[in-house]
């Protein structure tokens, strides 16, 4: 009876968890703290049918229960790679629960071949999950919470199927006041609670950083926006100098946008917004640094950037907008710029006020071009 109590235990445990997460912090759909339920949910499923197994209809209430554990164990594989932002292996996910059970169902009445399977299985299913959590952890706790508990889980597991395999005679039954069950149920009950623990320190990660993003990035473009660009811009400038003279401070505003808002909507000039935040982040290297400064206006800090390698990028800019826009919007888009090279000591706010300068004077030069100050091409 001591062994059915540690089971209902865990049963009740891991509804309980489950409860607790939907009205701690919600469940949103294809989330990683979803996938998680759905294991604590798994786990209390399939317990509560091996309960009913001890009672009746032992085939298939126990046949259902392993499976309920093994699509369990797939729930916390999906758990991890939603937290990881891993590729999620959905077929082999759903092959190890319904291949287990039709297997469980064929060698039921040999109750050691069954059992070791079951165990066997199981085990290496949440020693996959233990392995993808712990492989490149680093310092983030929620991973090493999370990951050694799945493996001290997973190879209590993967001993018991090696004990039922190489000693039979010893291996205790489902249900009996054997030391290996109580440490297995305890152990369960542990990593239930520690997983749990685990994956609300990533979910409260994943917040944070979604707050820094909001804080930092425009939302439409997905580039940085005025504030953090200049901080970081700032950073830059102070890190360096500009001592070398490497350094150069593009800005750029796109071609008649009060116009295309006006008659085309504001819906395509948000488009248009989009496509040009696209082809800044694809043409620029990862050192370089672009943000919306506002409005249809754009700012980039290009360092160790040669006169030949800005002329060049400055012609790729220009193509590749008027031919995404032609492409996607059926008309097309161009800028002006107005372009300086930082001299050793500017500030950030004089390079921008020349660079600004050089902007005013390619729109009344019939836009459609980059101006610059000597030395940039």
Sequence with gaps: MHVITLLVAVLVNALLM?????????IRARSGLQAWQFMLLGQAAGFGLLIGATLTLP???ATLGVMALSASASAMVLTACRFLGLPVPRRALLAAPLALGLVHAFVFWHQGLSTAVTNLVIGVQILWASWLLLRGAGRLRWRWLCGVASAANALLILGRAALVLGWPETYPRFIAPHPLNFASLMLLNASLVLGTMGFLLAHRDEAEQALVRLASLDPLTGLLNRREWMQRAARALGASGASE????????????????NDERGHPVGDEVLKIAGEVLRGELRASDLVGRYGGEEFCLLLRHCEPGAFGRLDARLHMALTKRCEASLG????????????????TLAAAIKRADDQLYRAKHAGRGRTLCTDGVL
């Design 245 to 260: 003279g490497d350094t150069v401070l593009l800005m750029l505003d796109l071609d008649h946008f009060k116009c295309i």
């Design 59 to 61: 085939r298939l209430l």
């Design 18 to 26: 489950s409860l607790a997460l939907v009205v701690s912090v919600g």
């Design 331 to 346: 008309f097309a888009v161009d800028f002006s710029a107005g372009a300086v090279r930082v001299q050793p000591g500017e």
